[in-house]
């Protein structure tokens, strides 16, 4: 789309989205301005609760819809709204707290979850209570994630007052709910085909591509542009940062790159699938890598953040990439020019610097599924265990065959700068029986590996010991016992 028109197109278009089966309109966009806010402070919508502004604690969740690709039914999920940025919501649908009532053709009333929840104490301040709301409505509406556990559904919404026996009560008192969607599917298909592709607001300028072929037109001409994904990093840099970003490209709306494709060699996934998304696919290549999912964030950051944009924001804490690199993924990078494929653990080269070139961006990523002699094991230890940021992020593939390791990956998280192959530790396994005496020496040579640092989410020394352990770990489920990470060897060295 050249620049010229972008003048044109933002008066004509807008943004628009479907709001309790009607259209909304905004023209002008600022593409840093979150949903939360436009919510709360243009429209009024004040159910929607502004707790921490980072994603966390799920006071601000909302419920974003986009037509299944029959265009029969809304494909619901909920999400924060003080991380997504306004652009996000173009050609979706939307529901508030308020919309519940509304729905029911009695604004103002309380649907049966509601009432549920205010007859048996499960609201005290009330502060957390809409965001409650709207994360066990999408549970019982059949939302995306619905057939997860409650406890996993509400992880990503935090109450400090009530506790949650009253909240989880009324969650498996009123687990179905009927919700006619039959305005909202006529909405969003008059939006289909009039989606905004881009915009200027001041000296701010966005776009929107289509195609992954657009996307790579668009990085050719703004190479220094922002790619924004999910926003569940980069939302945290607009509203606790409080960072100006000139242009931003947003990858929503390309379809092409949401594309899952399992074989028996193994996985394929587009950049932009969502880790809620690639769950199940996940827990099929291996039961670890489907459980570390499900703690990677709340179900409402799951439902935004990307495999792509968790790889290409090359974070040190990232849970993600350790796993991927433990399993032998490779990652493919596309612009303009061409494509190139490399080790996924080759793309971190440092601590916020990444091997992407000028007008490249992540188009997918493959990972070879585990072999019949392959060992592998995925832990993150945090603070918190819903929720919450890695301590230390340990992923290990051995292959074993007649008691010897014939070949070790083992990469971790939170240890360095970058997510990174642990070599002198792979070296101590490699071509040695499998045993606690090698154990033993691996384990030692992540000294060697690793220097990590102290801070609020543990010191070098218990991430060294944590690391080593996580090792042991591997080994005792090997044995066929079930361990936790306290009950295995010390580190030694």
């Known amino acids: 789309m050249p620049d010229g028109i972008l003048a044109d197109i933002l008066p004509e278009l807008g943004v628009r989205f479907v709001l309790d089966g009607a259209v909304v309109q905004i023209d002008a966009v600022n593409p840093t301005a979150t949903l939360l806010d436009h919510l709360r402070y243009r429209m009024a919508r004040t159910g929607t609760k502004e707790g921490c502004a980072e994603g966390d604690c799920g006071a601000c969740t909302v419920l974003v819809g986009e037509l299944d690709a029959q265009g029969a039914t809304v494909d619901w999920r909920a999400v924060n709204a003080c991380i997504l940025l306004l652009p996000m919501i173009d050609g979706k649908a939307l529901l508030t707290v308020e919309s519940l009532g509304r729905n029911s053709g009695q604004p103002g009333a309380l649907n049966r979850l509601q009432a549920c929840m205010a007859a048996n104490g499960s ?87 289509r195609t992954a072929d657009a996307l790579a037109d ?129 793309y971190f080269l440092d601590y916020g610097k990444q091997d992407r070139r000028a007008g490249e961006f992540v188009e997918s ?35 074993v065959r007649d008691g010897v390791i014939i070949a070790a990956r083992v990469a971790f998280g939170g240890m360095a700068a970058t997510p990174r192959r642990a070599a002198a530790c792979e070296a101590a396994l490699t071509g040695q029986t499998f045993d606690a005496e090698t154990i033993a020496r691996a384990a030692a040579a992540l000294h060697d590996d690793f220097t990590p640092l102290s801070d609020v989410r543990g010191t070098a020394g218990y991430r060294l010991d944590a690391a080593a352990n996580l090792l042991w770990r591997l080994y005792y489920k090997a044995q066929g016992q079930a361990v936790s990470v306290l009950d295995v060897e010390p580190a030694r060295g």
């Open 218 to 346: 668009v990085l050719a001409k703004h190479p220094d542009a922002r790619m924004v994904a999910g926003a569940t990093d980069v939302g945290l840099w607009v509203t606790k940062g409080l960072r100006d970003i000139d242009t931003i490209v947003f990858l929503g709306g390309i379809a092409e790159l949401r594309a899952i494709e399992e074989t028996p060699a193994g996985l394929t996934l587009g950049a932009m699938v969502r880790y809620a998304d690639a769950h199940a696919a996940f827990a099929r290549l291996h039961p670890d890598l489907g459980e570390l999912t499900r703690r990677i964030g709340g179900l409402q950051v799951r439902n935004s953040g990307t495999i792509g944009g968790n790889i290409a924001n090359g974070s040190p804490i990232g849970d993600g990439p350790p796993a991927l690199i433990a399993l032998g993924a490779t990652l493919t990078l596309r612009s303009r020019e061409g494509r190139r494929t490399m080790p996924l653990e080759a």
């Open 365 to 399: 990523v493959h990972i070879p599924a585990p072999g019949p002699d392959d060992l592998v094991h995925m832990s993150k230890l945090s603070r918190r265990f819903d929720s919450d940021i890695s301590a230390v992020c340990g992923a290990f593939r051995l292959t």
């Open 123 to 209: 609201s005290q301040c009330g502060f957390c209570t809409p965001g409650f709301v709207m994360s066990l409505h999408g549970r019982a509406i059949g939302a995306r994630g619905h057939d997860l556990p409650v406890e996993d559904v509400i992880a990503g919404n935090l109450c400090r007052c009530t506790g949650y026996g009253p909240i989880l009560a009324a969650a498996e008192t009123v687990d179905t709910l009927t919700q006619d969607d039959t305005a909202t599917i006529a909405a969003l298909a008059s939006l289909a085909d009039h989606r905004a592709e881009g915009g200027e607001y001041g000296d701010r300028r966005w776009f929107a591509p």
